[in-house]
């Protein structure tokens, strides 16, 4: 149980993080680093506003701080209309400046969010010691970090989380999974490969929070896959989703390559951290189908 800290978090409007802040705030002293809030400070929240794409002004920021939390990030720079200069300096400018105001306050712990998708491509399940091959700029910038991250070592602990498919009600509708409900809502086309892949092990948020959670209380330094107990193909989960919503999901098969398959082996959370994700997958699906605001929009 994580109680009378006072902690940083970045990227705290997003899924994971708002999800991850709402549990953090119970007992803590909480600060959200984020480009815009409606909310404003108290005595146990503060708010604190800057654009990640400017050098951060840590003189702005708390003088005492026990746990950074990084969160922020934009995955595809084209999705929401930023360049690739935004995307290096929110994900990797953004970390080198929170790594060296955490050097110079004494934090104890810095917590990074980084990806499944930093590794070769492979198709059994990726532990942490495979090898990392980055396949895009947005995975480049997270192995780039996680790099610099370790490379602290002599001044705090780190805990560097490598996410697979964050999901659940609530989420933004242009994740794989509400996407993919809302396109069988909407009897759109599911692009999967020959095989009805890729495969994945989408992890759900009641427990992607409960291993965060863990993973920042680890007395050690640690990098680890957080990934749900089930990995199933797209065409898996969609034909899942279908039976939930009661429609028959449409499938196109994508005529130039295949996706690669991205499967966690969690082996190292359950033996560290003593965690095994709860949550099945078809009661997850079925939480996101039942979220009625992100399915009456069209996509």
């Known amino acids: 149980m994580i109680e009378g800290k006072s902690i940083l978090v970045t990227g705290e409007t997003g899924f994971v993080g708002s999800n991850l802040f709402r549990k ?82 004494g934090v104890k712990r810095f917590v990074f969010a980084s990806t499944g998708g930093v590794y070769k491509e492979q198709p059994y399940p990726l532990t942490e010691e495979d090898t990392c091959c980055y396949k895009g700029l947005y995975s480049l910038t997270k192995y780039l970090c996680e790099e610099a991250v370790k490379s602290y070592t002599a001044f705090f602990k780190y805990t560097i989380l490598r996410y ?26 599911v692009f999967i490969n020959e095989s009805g892949g890729p495969v994945i092990s989408p992890i759900y948020c009641s427990d992607f929070i409960e291993a965060t959670m863990r993973a920042i209380e680890y007395e050690d330094n640690v990098l680890m896959n957080i990934g749900g107990s089930e990995s199933k193909s797209i065409k898996e989960i969609a034909d899942m989703i279908g039976s939930i919503l009661g429609e028959k999901p449409r499938f196109a098969v994508k005529e130039t390559g295949n996706s690669p398959n991205q499967i966690a082996d969690i082996s190292l959370l359950k033996e560290l951290l003593g965690f095994v994700p709860e949550h099945k997958m078809i009661d997850g699906l079925r939480s996101v189908c039942e979220d009625k605001s992100m399915l009456e929009s069209k996509i």
């Open 24 to 105: 953090l705030s119970v007992g803590n002293r909480m600060y959200s680093l984020c480009r815009s809030s409606s909310n404003e400070s108290n005595e146990s929240t503060g708010y604190i506003e800057a654009d990640l794409r400017d050098p951060i002004d840590t003189g702005r920021l708390p003088g005492e701080i026990d746990y950074i939390i990084h969160l922020a990030a934009i995955i595809n720079h084209k999705e929401y209309n930023v360049t690739e200069s935004d995307l290096i300096r929110v994900n990797l400018e953004s970390t080198l400046h929170l790594l060296e105001y955490a050097k110079n306050i």
């Open 164 to 189: 697979y498919y964050p999901y659940g009600p609530g989420q933004r509708e242009n994740r794989l999974i509400p996407k993919l409900a809302k396109m069988i809502k909407n009897h759109q086309p």
